[in-house]
């Protein structure tokens, strides 16, 4: 077909051809406990399983490799001392360019790993507790995951850009009583005072920590509370710490993601199937090679950083990169300084970074060499064929594969791509389902759609990475996920298979929305709009955006006598600043006299976003709203907003 891209030819994949792929696949398939029992085995095991999957869609449960017993951390550091002890782990580039980089050997990660566990031990962390981790992207960020896997210890990462009150929310809802963090974080030179946010997010009612353990990384003045902050190195140790042998289905970590209603859930995800699913998959679609340096840029806040920094490269022996900086410091030239000073082989990014660096030329690109790289990844919400092009043509020119990964936190793994050096590529498209993955597209009857199609993308069998629950709310996992087609996970996605079998995500269809690659709730944001003492109602939409993808569209009204100036706009942008943090920040606020709702009171979104969206010859339906004249005035408001 024309759309497709040929895979560059000189770079076969290196154990898997595109009918190996096919065999492969369709055996996972027919024998999914058989394939999935052959995939553990790249895992140590205290008590090798011999279960595969045992799951059901209805009711919801879900287990893999129930009778086996392992440790990720194990997996991750320990079995490698011996065959690969001196290879480098992790490479760690800081924010700025002029401090020294750091390589530790998979033998120092497992010295600072033990220091960690021993950190955590000494201030009261104990199995099965939970470690909320606000940190920066930095080396202590990693070692605190895996010293938490280590003594079975559930970890809770918070992104670092997240506000006080959004930090404290995470720390109530799963009850944590321990947090690890910095003193502060910089991104770009900008000093994020991660300790006093700490602090400001435990005097939050209902915030019950005994211990923060705080790592000194920029040697900021902080306040630190007697008894309960506790500087790293003054209570790490040497002592040895043996990994906890956990049930595969022992809760590995927590990681909070935002859905279409209320506030934001614990998806939480276990230690086998989930240890397999990052060890396959990075195998599979990164085609690691052994001595090359890996580099994902995501940070450790989110899904990506978990899966693609931490668990699956270094399961696999891997050398990974981790990134303390931000594309455009000291200029947009950034990446592909780093790229050239550690030699990268793979590259793994966001659409969002990729369509910024476009915008400001390929001067920063050509002026270095880029000869290191091989490969080229995608991730986090869909890439538009123009920014696929120049990420192929410009950055990679035109010889490194593109794979564009299609996933979700819930999903713990890749799910939809192609094996780079197997399969011919599509620009915008993801590809072609991972081992296991049985995807369908519904229509919004839940009516089967087969062939070459476009509807609502369901997954109809478990696959090992799957979350296991939202934490401490079965039921509200349960309804998010598997109620609106029954018998089937909903991914919330919509997509079009075309007759090549190749999956083209095209964005959300709930009220989610994807801002520069980060998930945001159009609920959250609205509950943080309406806090404010001048604001009656608000409601919110994604709009597209150049480089953020969608950028958030937010329709205000005031309390009686209140008028929508300036400065209110700008008070309102902090404010959603403060409650949840600067990713969410308003792109646009409109202030309006009403919102369009039905007689019933319900608020009729797809006329704000086809008004946010600058689209009015295909509004629909208006005659039921309430007040159809509104209309009028909110496109009027829009146009000279
Ligand atoms: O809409 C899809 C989009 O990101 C959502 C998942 O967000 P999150 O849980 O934060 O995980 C992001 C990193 C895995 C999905 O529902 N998305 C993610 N990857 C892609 C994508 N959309 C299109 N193409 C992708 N490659």
Redesign the pocket.
């Known amino acids: 077909m024309s759309d497709f891209v040929q895979r560059p030819g000189a770079l076969e994949h290196t154990h898997c051809t595109a009918e190996q792929y096919r065999r492969l696949y369709q055996n996972s398939l027919a024998d999914p406990d058989r394939f999935w029992l052959d995939q553990a085995g790249r895992l140590d095991w205290f008590v090798a399983p011999r279960t595969g999957g045992n799951w059901s869609y209805d009711p919801v449960e879900i287990k893999w490799f129930e009778d086996g017993t392992t440790n990720l951390c194990h997996n991750a550091v320990d079995r490698h001392l011996n065959a690969r002890g001196d290879q480098p782990a992790i490479i760690f580039e800081p924010d700025d360019p002029a401090s020294p980089s750091r390589t530790l050997s998979y033998a120092q990660l497992f010295v600072e790993v033990i220091q960690m566990a021993n950190a955590l031990k000494a201030i009261g962390v104990r199995r099965g507790d939970r470690v909320t981790i606000y940190m920066p992207n930095i080396v202590e960020g990693v070692t605190a995951m895996l010293a938490c896997a280590r003594i079975g210890a559930i970890h809770s990462v918070v992104f670092g850009g997240f506000s006080p009150e959004a930090l404290a929310g995470r720390l109530t809802d799963c009850d944590s009583r321990f947090i690890v963090t910095a003193d502060q974080a910089v991104r770009g030179t900008k000093p994020v005072p991660l300790k006093a946010n700490v602090d400001a997010a435990l005097e939050r009612e209902g915030v019950n920590v005994e211990s923060v353990l705080v790592i000194r990384h920029t040697g900021a003045d902080i306040t630190m509370a007697e008894g309960r902050d506790h500087w790293f190195h003054a209570v790490a140790s040497d002592d040895d710490v043996p990994c906890e042998p956990m049930a595969a289905e022992d809760p590995l970590f927590i990681l909070y ?1 935002s859905g279409s209603t209320g506030k934001p859930k614990g998806v939480l995800h276990t230690t086998g199937g989930y240890g397999v699913w990052a060890a396959t998959t990075f195998h599979y679609i990164f085609d690691y090679r052994q001595g090359e340096t890996y580099w994902c840029t995501a940070d450790i806040g ?3 950083g978990h899966s693609y920094i931490v668990y699956g490269p270094l399961m696999n022996g891997a050398t990974s990169l981790v990134f303390e900086g931000v594309p455009n410091h000291p200029d947009f030239g950034r990446f592909w300084d780093v790229v050239d000073k550690h030699q990268v082989n793979i590259l793994y990014t966001a659409p969002t970074a990729i369509r910024a660096l476009m915008r400001e030329g390929d001067q920063f690109v050509t002026s270095r060499s880029r000869a290191s790289l091989r490969l080229l990844g ?6 538009n064929p123009e920014a696929w092009r120049w990420y192929y043509e410009v950055v990679g020119e035109s010889r490194c594969p593109i794979i ?7 999903t713990g793994g890749c799910m939809i791509t192609t094996l780079p050096g197997a399969h011919d590529m599509k620009p915008g498209s ?1 590809g072609l389902p991972m081992f296991g993955v049985r995807p369908e597209l519904v229509d919004a009857e839940g009516g089967v759609l087969e062939g070459e199609a476009e509807g609502n993308l369901c997954i109809t069998a478990s696959w090992p990475g799957q979350a296991r629950s939202v934490y401490g709310d079965h039921e509200r996992f349960v309804q998010t996920y598997f109620s609106t087609y029954p018998g089937k996970y909903f ?3 919509g997509c079009r298979r075309d007759s090549d079998g190749y999956y083209w ?1 095209t ?2 269809v709930d009220d989610v929305i ?1 801002v520069s ?3 945001m709730g159009t609920a959250e944001v609205e509950s943080a709009l309406v806090l404010h003492d001048k604001v009656a109602e608000a409601a919110v939409v994604g709009y597209p955006h150049d480089i953020k993808g969608q950028g958030i569209y937010c329709y205000v009204t005031l309390n009686a006598g209140e008028d929508g100036s300036e400065a209110l706009e700008a008070e309102l942008r902090q404010h959603v600043r403060r409650e949840i943090g600067p990713i969410a920040t308003p792109d646009r606020i409109q202030f309006t006299d009403g919102l369009p709702k039905t007689r019933s009171g319900k608020i009729m979104r797809r006329i704000l976003r086809k008004v946010a969206e600058d689209d009015y010859g295909s509004l629909g339906d208006t005659s039921t709203l309430a007040d159809p004249s509104l209309v009028e005035r909110l496109i009027a408001g829009r146009r000279d907003s």
């Open positions: 993601t989110w899904v990506t995608s991730v986090g919400e869909p890439i564009d990964t299609w996933w979700q936190t819930e993801a991914t919330g996605d995500i964005g959300r994807n690659g980060h998930r």
